[in-house]
């Protein structure tokens, strides 16, 4: 299905929720008119939102809120964060030289068919878990199919569910160089990174956790591996534990930011209720 369609879809959809303002927007949102569901995948941005131990976080000051002199109502803020925290995008230039930056990603790459695989029976036991080839292989052997040619891949480790607690959700609640020996989260193995770029033509990937490699990673192998082949990574994803395991898309639309090596992400997943 074309980008283009689905984006059109999209707005249909959202144009279909006549009171938008009411819904829960981490939760399901279902138009009346229509069989398809919303499925928020992005954690908001707040004073809570999780950055890398060395990274800026996030900061929202006020320029007015009120009533101004002429008699109406106004509010506006500023805002000020890094490139990489909360629900955000790895650019493939983050960690490849000749890798595109957040503004050349081709939207083929963030709008199309996905797919789920759970790991998180593994991952809540084990925070130093890696996801593995086997991991792949046991999902095509369960699900019947191969992982599909220009797929959009999520990774469910079940982590989502201890944001914003930095200890449970990063191991650590300290920040900064010394706060890196201290992380502790899964993410995928370099040797399952190898066998996705080599064997599957996949579009992009995405986690639950704050980055595509393990929490004690010392040299990132899995981001290297996929952005040097310009497969932009998703990381801090939520809700995926309401997503089935395929036949289901994705839209994941990062700031628009020139030379970005990375942005904030508002990625929803579109999925046909079976009635």
Known sequence: MKPTFILFSLLILIGCNKNPTSQDLNSPVESQNSKKQLIDLSHSFSDETI???????????????????KGYYYSANNF?????????IDAPIHFSKKGQTVDEIPLDNLIGDAIKIDVSKKALNNPDYQ???????????????????GSIVLLQTGFSKYYPDKVKY???DKRGEEAIKLLHFPGLSAEAAE???????????????????????????????????????FENLTNLEKLPEKEFKIIALPMKIKGGSGAPLRIVAILNNKK
């Open 170 to 172: 990063l191991g650590t």
């Open 195 to 233: 066998w996705l770029v080599k064997n599957r033509n996949i579009h992009a990937i995405g986690i639950d956790t704050p980055s595509i490699d393990y929490g004690q990673s010392q040299y990132f192998k899995s981001h290297v591996t996929l952005l040097s082949q310009n497969i932009p990574v």
């Open 80 to 88: 000020s964060t890094a490139e990489h925290g909360g629900t955000h």
């Open 131 to 149: 996801i593995s080839i086997n991991d792949f292989t046991n999902w095509e052997k369960t699900a019947q199919i191969q992982i599909p040619d």
């Open 51 to 69: 950055y890398w131990v060395t990274a800026k976080e996030f900061s929202l000051d006020t320029v007015f809120q009120g009533e101004t002199d």
